[in-house]
């Protein structure tokens, strides 16, 4: 088959080419090295007889460095357009940029993550056939681009050289039913952006953006939270229902939302970017460690992020490493990295061996009357206790989330509410290093056994500003005994002077679903029961915080 465009081979328009200079001088990239015309809305068939758009980007070049494949659901112009099609042709790549099923003129309906196996697999036997194609491509993208990189690693195509994989995750068995509940902003504002990301009034796409963020806390503020968000969505995001009617991540629902086998059938060299304070944190970090284990070729760069802070903040260091990336796998130059790079939050940038990296251990115990200290208290030390109220939720405050309000957030008015527990230590003599997975270990019991807890770790500086660190959800919990909740892997510099701070709660509402605390169906459920929570802090047993913490950074030897 060859490829079939509707119209003539075009030069990138102004636009896109100021954009694409602009970009690369405000980056430091390397500079350009050829010019390209694009083919635009090339149709791409699937085995089911439905055909996918795709844009060619072509380098006007003899000796091109390379093919790169894209697959994305957010249309085929700016912004996506500059960072992964421009960027590359203009350095000799030919680059496919596709809009997958049921998007921007491709055919079929869009299923999140349905149909990414199959479709993935059938773009790259079309792209075998291409009298262009240079024999091996590469792919690249975030978020759900990197999803559908994983899906083509379930069965590796032999063509495939090299991966960028940049907050990509690998498995979205429910989103976030990992903690046992369901990330309830993330997922209803991200189907509600699609659902309508192809207004075609610009007016009213962008009245609609203007007051999104406001419909979103009113759908996710009601319940039952399966019609709130109906309401929201409209007739869009038919998937939301079937989502929220299948809990269980090993359901045969999640199937082809489940990739954890790619993990184990990879060979190619895969590059892994992420964040701190992206939702898909723990998913980078479990693919670097089973990519390690079996010995294949990954190196993972983690930077103070969130996840929309990727195509911001985060793009330089990301374009630069993207493209020394491909520039060693596909065009045989030297790259100069360790296999870990990480941004330390507050001093700067890590080079290590691997991760976790190795750290002393400091343990910290809550204490009567709100504070933090290194030694146990007393066996007599009474407990504490908080009730939750679903009816007035325990609010989100930062932390990983996709929307704007995530990441590093002054978090003092959680503090202040009843319904948290506050344990706040003395100040620190001399900066100390959290590098690692922190640990909660609770001895708690609540009257209700249908609960939740939520963990925070923060810091509180000089000045008395409170900031996030490290979070820990879980649903489901025991009525009574030792709850060992793994928080947030970080890695940050509390400063001498600063303290840190623990808090506790029985939620983090929107971020996840609130529990009614009646066990009915999180998504059908209008009733509510609070919950009152006991944490024991001496009599009854000990409470206490374990830091891979130390006074220096980890050894890079």
Same mark, same amino acid.
């Given at each position: 088959? +060859?490829?079939?465009?509707? *119209?003539?081979?075009?030069?990138?328009?102004?636009?896109?080419?100021?954009?694409?200079?602009?970009?690369?001088?405000?980056?430091?990239?390397?500079?350009?090295?050829?010019?390209?015309?694009?083919?635009?809305?090339?149709?791409?068939?699937?085995?089911?007889?439905?055909?996918?758009?795709?844009?060619?980007?072509?380098? /006007?070049?003899?000796?091109?460095?390379?093919?790169?494949?894209?697959?994305?659901?957010?249309?085929?112009?700016?912004?996506?357009?500059?960072?992964?099609?421009?960027?590359?042709?203009?350095?000799?790549?030919?680059?496919?940029?596709?809009?997958?099923?049921? *998007?921007?003129?491709?055919?079929?309906? @869009?299923?999140?993550?349905?149909?990414?196996?199959?479709?993935?697999?059938? /773009?790259?036997? =079309?792209?075998?056939?291409?009298?262009?194609?240079?024999?091996? @491509?590469?792919?690249?993208?975030?978020?759900?681009?990197?999803?559908?990189?994983?899906?083509?690693?379930?069965?590796?195509?032999?063509?495939?050289?090299?991966?960028?994989?940049?907050?990509?995750?690998?498995?979205?068995?429910?989103?976030?039913?990992?903690?046992?509940?369901?990330?309830?902003?993330?997922?209803?504002?991200?189907?509600?952006?699609?659902? &309508?990301?192809?207004?075609?009034?610009?007016?009213?796409?962008?009245?609609?953006?203007?007051?999104?963020?406001?419909?979103?806390?009113?759908?996710?503020?009601?319940?039952?939270?399966?019609?709130?968000?109906? !309401?929201?969505?409209?007739?869009?995001?038919?998937?939301? !229902?079937?989502?929220?009617? &299948?809990?269980?991540?090993?359901?045969?629902?999640?199937? #082809?939302?489940?990739? %954890?086998?790619?993990?184990?059938? +990879?060979?190619?060299?895969?590059?892994?970017?992420?964040?701190?304070?992206?939702?898909?944190?723990?998913?980078?970090?479990?693919?670097?460690?089973?990519?390690?284990?079996?010995?294949?070729?990954?190196?993972?760069?983690?930077?103070? =992020?969130?996840?929309?802070?990727?195509?911001?903040?985060?793009?330089?260091?990301?374009?630069? !490493?993207?493209?020394?990336?491909?520039?060693?796998?596909?065009?045989?130059?030297?790259? #100069?990295?360790?296999?870990?790079?990480?941004?330390?939050?507050? &001093?700067?940038?890590?080079?290590?061996?691997?991760?976790?990296?190795?750290?002393?251990?400091?343990?910290?115990?809550?204490?009567?009357?709100?504070?933090?200290?290194? *030694?146990?208290?007393?066996?007599?030390?009474?407990?504490?206790? @908080?009730?939750? #109220?679903?009816?007035?939720?325990?609010?989100?405050?930062?932390?990983?989330?996709?929307?704007?309000?995530?990441?590093?957030?002054?978090?003092?008015?959680?503090?202040?509410?009843?319904?948290?527990?506050?344990?706040?230590?003395?100040?620190?003599?001399?900066?100390?290093?959290?590098?690692?997975?922190?640990?909660?270990?609770?001895?708690?019991?609540?009257?209700?056994?249908? &609960?939740?807890?939520?963990?925070?770790?923060?810091?509180?500086?000089?000045?008395?500003?409170?900031?996030?660190?490290?979070?820990?959800?879980?649903?489901?919990?025991?009525?009574?005994?030792?709850?060992?909740? !793994?928080?947030?892997?970080?890695?940050? %510099?509390?400063?001498?002077?600063?303290?840190?701070?623990?808090?506790?709660?029985?939620?983090?509402?929107?971020? @996840?679903?609130? #529990?009614?605390?009646?066990?009915?169906?999180?998504?059908?459920?209008?009733?509510?029961?609070?919950?009152?929570? +006991?944490?024991?802090?001496?009599?009854?047993?000990?409470?206490?915080?374990?830091?891979?913490?130390?006074?220096?950074?980890?050894?890079?030897?």
């Amino acid at each position: 088959m +060859t490829a079939v465009a509707s *119209t003539r081979p075009s030069t990138p328009s102004r636009v896109l080419r100021f954009a694409g200079n602009a970009l690369s001088r405000v980056l430091r990239l390397p500079s350009h090295s050829c010019d390209y015309v694009v083919h635009r809305r090339v149709r791409i068939p699937m085995r089911d007889g439905v055909e996918l758009l795709a844009d060619h980007y072509e380098p /006007t070049t003899s000796d091109p460095a390379g093919t790169l494949l894209v697959r994305c659901p957010y249309g085929r112009r700016f912004p996506f357009a500059v960072l992964y099609a421009g960027v590359y042709a203009s350095r000799g790549y030919h680059v496919v940029f596709q809009s997958v099923r049921g *998007t921007f003129g491709s055919g079929g309906d @869009f299923d999140p993550m349905e149909y990414e196996i199959a479709d993935g697999a059938d /773009t790259v036997a =079309w792209l075998r056939e291409q009298r262009w194609f240079t024999g091996s @491509f590469a792919t690249i993208g975030l978020s759900y681009l990197g999803f559908t990189q994983w899906a083509l690693l379930m069965d590796p195509p032999p063509e495939m050289a090299a991966a960028v994989i940049t907050v990509g995750p690998h498995d979205v068995s429910g989103p976030r039913w990992g903690t046992g509940t369901f990330g309830l902003n993330d997922f209803l504002g991200w189907s509600d952006l699609v659902a &309508h990301q192809e207004e075609p009034s610009k007016l009213r796409a962008l009245v609609r953006q203007v007051r999104a963020r406001r419909a979103l806390t009113r759908a996710t503020s009601a319940l039952p939270i399966g019609d709130a968000g109906r !309401e929201l969505l409209g007739g869009g995001a038919l998937w939301w !229902e079937s989502w929220m009617e &299948h809990p269980e991540p090993d359901d045969p629902f999640w199937s #082809n939302r489940n990739l %954890r086998e790619a993990l184990d059938r +990879t060979e190619i060299p895969v590059l892994l970017i992420g964040g701190w304070q992206d939702l898909f944190l723990e998913q980078t970090l479990t693919q670097y460690d089973a990519l390690r284990r079996r010995g294949v070729e990954v190196a993972v760069t983690i930077g103070s =992020w969130t996840h929309t802070h990727i195509m911001t903040k985060g793009s330089p260091t990301v374009m630069r !490493e993207s493209l020394d990336w491909l520039g060693a796998h596909m065009g045989g130059r030297q790259i #100069n990295r360790s296999p870990v790079r990480i941004e330390v939050n507050g &001093h700067g940038w890590l080079e290590l061996d691997q991760w976790p990296p190795a750290m002393p251990e400091r343990v910290l115990y809550l204490q009567p009357t709100g504070r933090l200290g290194d *030694t146990a208290p007393p066996d007599t030390a009474p407990a504490t206790r @908080f009730t939750y #109220n679903p009816a007035d939720p325990t609010p989100t405050i930062g932390g990983r989330l996709l929307s704007p309000e995530g990441g590093y957030r002054k978090d003092a008015k959680l503090a202040e509410r009843s319904d948290v527990l506050c344990f706040t230590g003395d100040r620190l003599p001399t900066d100390l290093y959290v590098v690692g997975t922190p640990v909660m270990e609770l001895t708690h019991s609540c009257d209700n056994p249908h &609960h939740d807890l939520f963990v925070r770790v923060s810091e509180v500086d000089a000045k008395g500003v409170s900031r996030n660190v490290s979070d820990g959800y879980r649903r489901g919990t025991t009525v009574s005994g030792t709850v060992r909740l !793994e928080l947030d892997p970080t890695a940050h %510099r509390f400063r001498a002077g600063s303290r840190i701070r623990v808090m506790i709660a029985g939620g983090s509402h929107p971020r @996840f679903a609130r #529990n009614l605390g009646t066990g009915e169906p999180w998504a059908s459920g209008r009733r509510v029961v609070a919950a009152t929570h +006991t944490v024991h802090l001496g009599e009854g047993g000990v409470s206490r915080l374990v830091l891979p913490a130390g006074p220096a950074l980890p050894s890079t030897d």
